[in-house]
């Protein structure tokens, strides 16, 4: 909340300064990121990774489900064919069914002293090896009504729950995932706002650049006009010639065309920094950095292992080889075996549980499900195997991206430096040269030196002085690459840089 509302009087500030039409670097870089879509993008990508951490959350706790059918069936079911008799008989000593002598109709004989029924052809029998032969007295009826059940609607639902006990550590790898994607989409967010900045920061520097160089070309061309002046004055008196008149005039045009350039580039720069601040292409103010007398303050080198943990680039691939590695755990899970508790409590109609009767009637479960993987014919080791590989790669492209960014920081410091000592260079010659011309003036004024000598130390002058603007903006965009290769330049409006 804090930092939103900072954002937002940022915001109001930014826009206070294009209403004075004045605006600063850190105005700009604030309109950039609020006008950027891909910023946008960038934002709506972590607020979805966000969701999705959130998703993969729900896979530790129960997944609860509800379920109903309805089925109409053409007939009832019956389990029997027709009505049956079922023989009256007596359960024996030994457990076994059996019958005495007046249950049955069969006449007995004796065999070996033993009584043994007779068949209705009068031959004896054994009971048990064949008793259809038996001609019972007494028998119980068994109706084919009596089980037959209406089925011809049928309900049937319930309502259960899985919880996951045991996933091979699947589900934590799944939500380890989840985290590095959010925190990858953080930091390709925050790669993206560099790239901004550094837009905005040359588009910005560019102006003031050029900026400088119409004041400049302004003052050269009214060096020469004045020139020029004095130079018919003295053809009117008859001490110049037509040739020196002719030789200033070629000079005067050529400001005048150098002026006009400037001020065309002048145009094109400002239409390109307010493309990227989302400004009117044709908006018109003054930078806060034009006089280029701020000096800038070079940024303090910090150890190589602290640039590379700030830079967005290796914190994306830092999270890319933890989402590999993950992936390679998902892999060794699928040899594990996995293990859920179940609960449910079903319903069904005709009640299965009490005579198949037309009403409802549940019954509540639980129990432990268990699966254990046994042969797939290698498939799994196969994705195993590719998932380590993907490791490898993830890892060696870390190491080459830190290889190539420490010697981007090593680049960046030493064009720094190069650059300060440009600077240097350029203003002492451009204080050389300023004398060099005042000199001319006056030998030109004295007759001791002639016209050729003046307008070759304006040019001098004018090629000095362009040398240290060019110079001094190149020393603010070394520093500017150098945070960038550092991690240190600041992601938002209005954070400060500490070194």
């Known amino acids: 909340m804090k930092k939103a509302l900072f954002l937002f009087f940022v915001f109001l500030a930014a826009v206070s300064f294009v209403k004075a039409k004045t605006l600063t670097l850190e105005a700009c870089r604030q309109l950039a990121l609020q006008h950027n879509k891909t910023i946008q993008i960038a934002n709506d990508n972590v607020k979805a990774a966000e969701q999705l951490k959130a998703a993969a959350f729900t896979q530790f706790l129960p997944n609860f489900s509800a379920n109903g059918a309805y089925t ?32 049955v109709s069969n006449q007995w004989t004796l065999v070996n002293g ?37 089925i011809r609607n049928v309900f049937v639902g319930g309502i259960g729950f899985v919880q ?38 040359e588009a910005y520097w560019l102006v003031v650049s050029v900026k400088n160089k119409v004041v400049l070309a302004k003052h050269y061309r009214d060096l020469v006009q004045k020139v020029d002046s004095n130079v018919h004055a003295m053809i009117n008196e008859g001490v110049g010639t037509t040739a020196d008149g002719l030789k200033v005039r070629v000079k005067l045009n050529e400001a005048a065309l150098a002026l006009t350039k400037a001020e065309d580039g002048l145009t094109l720069s400002r239409m390109a920094l307010n493309q990227l601040c989302g400004l009117p292409l044709d908006s018109v103010y003054d930078l806060a950095d034009e006089n280029l007398n701020h000096d800038e303050e070079t940024p303090k080198l910090i150890p190589i ?24 755990k998902i892999m060794i899970s699928r040899f594990l075996p996995t293990i859920a508790l179940t609960g449910n409590y079903m319903l069904t109609n005709p009640n299965a ?24 014919f290698g498939e799994r080791l196969h994705t195993l195997k590719d998932a380590q590989l993907k490791v490898k790669m993830a890892t060696l492209e870390k190491e080459e991206a830190q290889e190539k960014i420490t010697l981007q920081i090593k680049q960046n410091a030493f ?15 451009m204080d050389v040269a300023t004398e060099n011309l005042r000199c001319a003036n006056e030998g030109f004024t004295s007759g001791i030196l002639t016209l050729t000598d003046l307008l070759e130390a304006e040019t001098a002058w004018l090629s000095a002085n362009s040398d240290y603007i060019d110079a001094t903006i190149d020393v ?20 400060h840089d500490q070194n």
């Open 72 to 103: 109409r069936n053409q007939k009832s079911i019956s389990l029997l064919s027709s009505d049956a008799l079922l023989p009256v008989g007596t359960k024996m000593d030994d457990g076994s069914f059996g019958f005495t002598p007046d249950q």
């Open 114 to 150: 033993e009584p043994v029924p007779l068949d209705q052809n009068g031959h004896p029998f054994n009971p048990k090896a064949d008793p259809s032969k038996i001609e019972w007295k007494n028998y119980a009826l068994l109706p084919k009504s009596a089980l037959e059940y209406n």
């Open 164 to 201: 996951p006990i045991f996933m091979g550590g699947k589900i934590r790898e799944l939500y380890q995932l989840s985290r590095y994607g959010e925190r990858l989409a953080e930091a390709q967010k925050d790669q993206k706002v560099t790239d901004i900045l550094i837009n905005v920061d």
């Open 305 to 328: 292992d602290q640039a590379l943990a700030n830079r967005p680039e290796i914190k994306a691939l830092n999270q890319l080889q933890q989402m590999a590695k993950s992936n390679e």
């Open 353 to 376: 549980y009490d005579g198949y009767a037309n009403k409802f009637g549940g019954m509540f479960t639980v129990g432990v499900v268990a699966s254990v993987p046994l042969f797939h």
């Open 415 to 429: 064009k720094t430096a190069e650059s300060l000592k440009k600077q240097l260079m350029t203003k002492h010659n």
């Open 476 to 495: 603010k965009l070394c520093n500017l690459y150098l945070k960038k290769a550092l991690g240190t330049l600041p992601l938002t409006a209005g954070d």
